[in-house]
C-alpha cells in the first residue's frame, strides 16, 4: 500500500518563478492538505482540498494556490517567489474531511535564489 | 493570541530513562490534540491522538496525558533508545476545523548511549 508520495524532491527556484508541487494521496484517501515548514519550526497549515474544493485556508497570500483532480491528487502553486518562500513542503492526506488522523509525505524541499 | 508552545531547548538523555516533552496551549478549545515524530529531512509521522474527554493514552512505549483545564498535553517515552532520537511536534484539531492541524515548534530529543 503506497504511502502519500511528492514530487520533486527538492527544487531550486529564483526570485518572481513561478513553481508547482505535487502529491499523491496514499489509497483510499480522499482529502489533501499542504503545510509549509520553514527550518527549524513546525509545520503551517496552508490550504485543504476536498472533492476538487478548497475547504480551508490558513494565513497564506494568494500566491499560494492549488488543485484537487478527480483521482484525489493534488497540486500547490505559488507564483512570484520571494526568498521567504523557502523552507520543506509538505502534503498531508487523510479519508475524510475532517478526519481525526493525516499521513504525511516526505515532503518537497524548495530553495529560492 | 493564539499560540502553541513546545519546550524550545533539545532534551538530551541517557539511554533507558524517561523523555518527557511539554505541549502548551493559550486561547485554544481543541477537539483533540496529536504527537508526531519527524526525522531530518523527511515528513512527520503520527504516533498517538488524545480527544478532550480523554486524560491519558498509551500505546507500547508512548504514554501522552491531555489536561485542558491547564491547557497542557505531556508525552512520554519510557525506556528511551536513541533510535527515539527526532523532533517530535504536537499538533492541535480546533473544533470544527475541519482537520486543519496547528503545529508547534517541535522539540528535539536526543537520547544518548
Known amino acids: 500500500d503506497a504511502g502519500v508520495t511528492q514530487s520533486p524532491t527538492h527544487l531550486i527556484k529564483t526570485r518572481g518563478q513561478q513553481v508547482t508541487l505535487r502529491c499523491s494521496p496514499k489509497?483510499?484517501?480522499?482529502?489533501v492538505s499542504w503545510y509549509q515548514q520553514a527550518l527549524g519550526q513546525g509545520p503551517q497549515f496552508i490550504f485543504q482540498y476536498y472533492e476538487e474544493e478548497e475547504r480551508q485556508r490558513g494565513n497564506f497570500p494568494d500566491r499560494f494556490s492549488g488543485h484537487q483532480f478527480p483521482n484525489y491528487s493534488s497540486e500547490l502553486n505559488v507564483n512570484a517567489l520571494l526568498l521567504g518562500d523557502s523552507a520543506l513542503y509538505l502534503c498531508?492526506?487523510?479519508?475524510?474531511?475532517?478526519?481525526?488522523?493525516?499521513?504525511f509525505g516526505p515532503g518537497t524541499r524548495l530553495t529560492v535564489l | 493570541s493564539q499560540k502553541i508552545e513546545q519546550n524550545s531547548e533539545a532534551l538530551n538523555i541517557q539511554e533507558g530513562k524517561t523523555a518527557t516533552l511539554t505541549c502548551n496551549y493559550t486561547n485554544y478549545s481543541p477537539a483533540y490534540l496529536q504527537w508526531y515524530r519527524q526525522d531530518p529531512g523527511r515528513g512527520p509521522v503520527f504516533l498517538l491522538l488524545i480527544r478532550e474527554n480523554e486524560k491519558e493514552k498509551r500505546k507500547e512505549r508512548l504514554k501522552v496525558t491531555f489536561d485542558t483545564t491547564l491547557k497542557q498535553s505531556l508525552f512520554h517515552i519510557t525506556a528511551s533508545q536513541p533510535a527515539d532520537s527526532a523532533t517530535y511536534l504536537c499538533?492541535?484539531?480546533?473544533?470544527?476545523?475541519?482537520?486543519?492541524?496547528?503545529f508547534g515548534q517541535g522539540t528535539e530529543l536526543s537520547v544518548k548511549p
Open positions: 498531508a492526506s487523510s479519508w475524510d474531511w475532517g478526519s481525526d488522523t493525516q499521513y
Open positions: 499538533a492541535l484539531d480546533i473544533a470544527n476545523q475541519g482537520g486543519k492541524l496547528i
Open positions: 489509497s483510499g484517501h480522499d482529502t
